[in-house]
């Protein structure tokens, strides 16, 4: 497993770019300490500048320390509200497969409910019931996230409760949670893993997007997002403002979509038609 | 047919259900309007007087009732920040939105299924393989990143087109065309992914036995095999632009519904939030509704 993992081009890629990244959110704000911190004399400088490795923005504050700070934001929004997802998507998604009937009715019909509207409206939506902030973005993405697993869930384990195997363990008079953790739950893994990845790259997306225009994290909380909206007026001056924040975000994504890719390949090459078809909308 | 009007009979009360859900969020905002509207020296009873002047304290039921009927008669109230006719307002935005959504749609499958040709017919090449990365990477791509990186190459070093604004077709062109980037990747990976499936047919071979010419073989039996199911879809795509135009209209500056709707909630302007947000929601449902409607007629096998 660890071998073909490694050989595995994507993992390994996405691995790799993840960790900088990670490590970048990690470390780098103790090191470029303050995020806050203006230096008026020092505005729009470029990469490079001595003291401030990624230069300044229009404030004087250092990029090097915001973008490492707007990584950590980004990160633990993302991963905390996929990890909800996932855990609720998956009871819910179980639930529904295995339960059926009109319990299965009422869940469904509300996951297509929910399941039809894109995103970012839903995201501005709950901002403009709740306020700006990265609160509502985080009730949005795990909203979206929850009723995207549940759906792909209850389609497997609809499929999975007719195997010989879950019959044969009915048959044997075994009780229902022991069937589902020992028969049904192990199957589902690799497909809810995969699309973890992906769902933590739709949440890093999200957050991005609504904070750059203004309803997502707000000032002085750093975001990336707003960062590439402050920087994208000054790109003839200084366009590292905007584009160090936003390659971030790209490298973020980018790095999330081939862990999702290998790990797919990796686990099972038949999921690829139930990722995609989850993935695409 | 009679599935198509199930469908439309369930979309109307998703209609009903889901414009209350957005309407009462919104009522919920908790945002005063008196604040907006009165003067700071009001007093209290001015306060609750006007808020009953205006509806506020009937239950969420009764008010929404009450605002679909304006809505019908094409009363839709005033903006909050500058006290314009919402309804004047809103033919100008509704129609700016559906030409830069328009532009987007005719973009996905204007570019994405003749570039998803392309890939399949000459598999295996440098020519399939560049075209299929570009469109992993459009698909990885935020669109407010790309929307930088075009303004970036096309307007700020080219000065090709202009960067932001509304004014004639060269204002269109990247707007749509970064609205559409994610629809146009999906079109082409969906188009070259059928054409192949459909190139191994057995219809296939039986042609190609009969002796009809390889583009006759492509262009008229495959193409029509592969693309219905793409196209029954694009109701699907509309929903996804609906979500984007939020972001790319107000990048871009275009004054259409996804950037009045943004500004209103930045500005707590919430008589327009409640309308524009409606009609986003509007048309999502209606897309998703299309696609239902396409995709049982592309399958005859869902036709009863």
Redesign the interface.
Known sequence: MFRRALENKQLVAGLALGTVVLLLGIIGPFIFGDYAKQSLSMTHKPVGTPGFMFGTDGLGRDLAARVTFGIRISLIVAVSVTAIAVIAGTLVGLIAGYVKGAVDTVISSSIDFVWGFPLILVAVLAAASIGSGLVPVILAVGMVNTVAIARVVRGEVLGISEREFVVAAKSGGYSTPRIVIRHIVPNIIPVVLVLSSYYVAVAIIAEASLSFVGLGAQPPLPSLGQMVSDGRNFLRLNHWEATIPGGIIFAMVLSVSLIGDGLRDLLDPRLRTAVERAVNK | MTAIVKQALLTFL?LM??SLA?FA??R??GGDVTAARLPASATAEDRELFREQIGLNKPILVQYVNYLGKVVRGDLGNSLTNNAKISSLATEKIKNSLILGGAAIVMVFGVGIPLGMLAASRRNTWLDASISSVSVAG???????LA??V??LFS?TLGWFPSAGQGGFKYLVLPSLVLAAEGIA?TVR?TRSAMLENLSQDFVRTLRASGLSESRIYFKHVLRNSLLPIISLAG?RV??I???A??VE??FGWPGVGQI??N???RRD?PI?QFF?LV??VV??LG?LAASAGYVLANPRLRK
């Open positions: 998703l259900l889901s957005v969020a919104i919920l905002s698909m990885a791509v935020p669109n407010f990143w930088l990186l303004v970036w700020s999906l969906m699907l929903g996804q609906v979500g984007y939020l972001v107000t990048i709707l943004v209103g909630v930045l919430y939030v947000s986003l929601v999502v449902i998703n």
